[in-house]
């Protein structure tokens, strides 16, 4: 599966923006899907993630109650949408899919496929 990420520009702090990520294939829907992003001079860590089968949602604890994950499997596309936005949220934003996650579903090396990433640049 190939992935495209779209969506990030430049907003204030307190802002919003909605990424999107569109996959090629037809078995889209039977992957998980997730959302990392990695700051400049930082490791890639997990944002986001929705599962394939019940759509259940993770995020992590510092976007949580900000960020929302939701698929579109008839578009083969998810998305995050971002609220609230801070500065240290600036980072560049990649999708990613998983054939199987289990309760390391935050652990980057768990995801098979990685789109090009998209910059998200908040300003204070």
């Known amino acids: 599966v190939q992935l495209q990420a779209s969506g990030g520009g430049l907003v204030e702090a307190g802002g919003s923006l909605k990424l999107s990520c569109a996959a090629s294939?037809?078995?889209?829907?039977?992957?998980?899907m997730g959302w990392f992003r990695q700051a400049p001079g930082k490791e890639r860590e997990f944002v986001a993630v929705i599962t394939y089968s019940t759509r259940t949602t993770r995020y992590a604890d510092s976007v949580k109650g900000r960020f929302t994950i939701s698929r579109d499997n008839a578009k083969n596309t998810i998305y995050l949408e971002m609220n609230s936005l801070k500065p240290e949220d600036t980072a560049v934003y990649y999708c990613?899919?998983?054939?199987?996650?289990?309760?390391?579903?935050?652990?980057?090396?768990?995801?098979?496929?990685w789109g090009r990433g998209t910059l998200v640049t908040v300003s204070s």
């Open positions: 990613a899919a998983a054939v199987k996650i289990y309760s390391d579903y935050d652990r980057a090396g768990l995801y098979d496929y």
């Open positions: 294939g037809r078995t889209f829907s039977t992957y998980n």
